[in-house]
């Protein structure tokens, strides 16, 4: 077994592969999320529509469109985060994927099964009780990634991130949870900043969303895998090895 990486040690890996990849991490999130921030300020602007003033085919029809755009930022998301593991596992195992190679092999559904208890859960949780809210983002936190990784059905993968976080909860903790937190100040920050420039506007709305999903998801993507990798390795355990990407 693998000397416990401690959370400075870990940081450091962080900031290391957010310079190396700076390029593809930001090109692949500007391709993903500034179309996906467009359709997200779009429905938010729909959402400040009087249902009063509407009939009822226009409000199913309103519906319809808030559903669409809820499930493609959801698939957006996916493949990004999904992109990020192949990339930061491809240093490690010396095989790179392409991107097309990932967004077709990409296990859509279990992820974003597990995105959807992962975020119901910790929300509920955190309603109810605090610690039991903390307890379960922590030992749970690296759901997707082990998804992603090393392909794990949902329940499976599940107990496989209580599996690697148990024994470094505080390392896990002292990494996810400032970089979430930082995430949460930055976007209200980022958005009433915008707003302030450009007024409440859809253009200010698509800028703002932009600009936080481009500059702040890559972050906590490759956090979470980086952290990922590195449980699995002090666990002894071998990092999959994926076969090349047909040429």
Known sequence: MSREPGPAQLYRRILATLRAEALPLLT???????PLSLLEAVGDQELEIDLEDLTVL??????????VQVGTS???????????????????TGIRRRLSDVARELPYLRLLAVDLLYSA??????????VPGVLFFTYYALTAPIVEIEDRRIRAAF????????????TVLA????????????TEVDQAAVNALLGDSLLSDWLGTS???????????VAAVVLTIALIEAKGDRLPARSPAPQ
Do not use: M, Q
């Not at 409000?59 to 319809?64: L, N, S």
């Open 211 to 221: 600009i936080v999903n481009v500059a702040l998801t890559p972050i906590y993507a």
């Open 121 to 130: 859960g910790v929300a509920l949780l955190i309603l109810l009780l605090i």
């Open 74 to 92: 959801l698939v957006g998301e996916v493949f990004y985060a999904g992109a990020v593991a192949a990339l930061i596992l491809g240093k490690h």
């Open 175 to 186: 990494i996810l949870l400032p970089v979430s937190t930082a995430i949460e100040l930055f």
């Open 58 to 67: 226009e409000i199913g029809g309103v519906a319809v469109a808030a559903l």
């Open 28 to 34: 692949v999130a500007a391709v993903v999320f500034v």
């Open 159 to 170: 107990r496989r991130s209580r599996e690697l976080v148990r024994g470094h909860f505080w």
